[in-house]
């Protein structure tokens, strides 16, 4: 059922002052009814390309609370991310009470493959698994729920507050597709916005590095190998000299040169078809992380330059070599806010208001929160509880988890 997101006319202009002027102090949280949305939310499955059970969730609670059906919108991002989806992202505008630029609030919906079949359980402080074999999902549906338990609370509450954005966004885990493909127009163009998603809620993180993700392959020359190995040029032993080169030359791993630091990895290799064969071909996966953009090229070019020159050192008894092409594509680009960003100022001001002490933290993993910045849609993330995400260990930690909905009440109402 998509259709158009309209933003809304009482949207007032923007300015980083007006970020001062607050709604009056809105009544902490309904605890209990966020941690029945978080575990309601955690036992849904939803892979990456699969979140449609979950909006549906969402909806449901949403409209549950009295949110028109005409506040909620899907778009199409699905249809332009390389992993066919179900759903596009789920987008919820209400028009504000209050005076004040639009604020965003958003979390993403998908979980890694590990987390399918989690039966969510309250042990003692924290959420986990049922099942020892899955993950939780904590990531990110924590956030989904901190975000949804704002929403629900402003509808039944009947909270005065300025124009407000929810986002739930797809397709995060296999390369931030939702907020890649999200248009700030979609969104009634935000002025500050806040993506719920790590750890505790204290943990504000203003910057993330960029990452580029590339595929080699290699074309040897296959042959016998125990009766004329010397016909055939090893596709294997090309990367496997490839490698060591990086390796020798500190371009694996961490990445530390001239001042400048990164890190590269090579994480996948499928290579060869039996043992008597001399690999006739081999398809390698890396990436190159840094959190300056040039430097991340020069990474790059050195990975390709260590491809090329062992492609030229194995060859066969008549001279003859292999060949190696590259693709890739930038998945994130770096960013850093600045310390007197509107949405940065708010966030330490709410973690502040719950008695904590903010830190700022630059992250080197990419976030929702980098492609909603070069849409132009500056945006901070803040923790909601997750912890050892991605495991059979993973669990979330319920302190955590609710004051990051305290704190996401205070920065929706503008208090």
Not at 99 to 125: E, F, I, S
Not at 222 to 236: D, F, L, N, R
Not at 267 to 285: K, Q, Y
Request: with cysteine; aromatic share 4%; net charge positive.
């Amino acid at each position: 059922m998509p259709r158009s997101v309209k933003g809304s006319k009482s949207a007032p202009q923007s300015g980083r002052s007006v970020v001062k002027a607050a709604a009056p102090q809105a009544a902490g949280p309904d605890l209990a009814l966020a941690r029945r949305i978080v575990l309601d939310l955690l036992a849904v499955p939803g892979v990456s390309g699969q979140e449609k059970a979950v909006a549906e969730r969402i909806v449901k609670w949403l409209r549950g609370a009295g949110c028109p059906a005409a506040a909620i919108a899907f778009d199409k991002a699905h249809e332009k991310t390389p992993l066919k989806g179900d759903c596009g992202n789920l987008i919820v505008q209400l028009p504000g009470t209050l005076p004040g630029p639009r604020r965003l609030l958003m979390a993403h919906m998908d979980t890694v493959p590990v987390c399918r079949g989690a039966k969510p359980v309250v042990a003692g402080k924290f959420v986990k698994s049922a099942d020892p074999k899955t993950g939780l999902g904590g990531d990110d549906r924590a956030g989904v729920a901190v975000v949804l338990a704002t929403a629900l609370e402003i509808l039944r509450r009947k909270l005065p507050h300025p124009p407000l954005t929810f986002l739930f966004a797809i397709q995060e885990e296999v390369g931030l597709y939702g907020a890649r493909f999200v248009k700030a127009a979609d969104l009634g163009r935000p002025k500050l916005a806040f993506n719920f998603d790590g750890g505790a809620v204290e943990k504000i993180t203003v910057g993330a590095t960029g990452g580029y993700r590339m595929d080699v392959t290699i074309d040897g020359i296959p042959s016998h190998a125990g009766v004329a190995p010397e016909k055939g040029v090893s596709a294997i032993a090309i990367a496997s000299l490839a490698i060591a080169d990086l390796v020798n030359q500190g371009l694996h791993g961490l990445v530390e040169k001239d001042g400048k630091r990164g890190t590269t990895n090579v994480g996948v290799i499928h290579a060869g078809a039996a043992t008597n064969v001399v690999a006739e071909s081999a398809a390698l996966r890396a990436e190159a992380r840094s959190h300056d953009p040039r430097f991340r090229e020069r990474i790059v070019k050195a990975i390709e330059k260590a491809f090329l020159d062992a492609a030229k050192k194995v060859r066969s008894a008549d001279g003859r070599t292999g060949k190696v092409t590259f693709s890739g594509q930038l998945d994130y680009e770096a960013f850093r806010l600045a310390a007197d960003e509107p949405c940065v100022v708010a966030a330490e001001a709410a973690v502040r208001a719950l008695g904590l002490v903010p830190r700022q933290e630059v992250s080197n993993g990419g976030l929702d929160a980098n492609w909603m910045f070069a849409n132009g849609v500056p945006t901070v993330t803040l923790g909601c509880g997750q912890m050892e995400i991605h495991t059979t260990a993973e669990r979330l930690d319920l302190a955590a988890f609710e004051n990051a909905c305290r704190a996401a009440l205070l920065l929706a109402t503008g208090g």
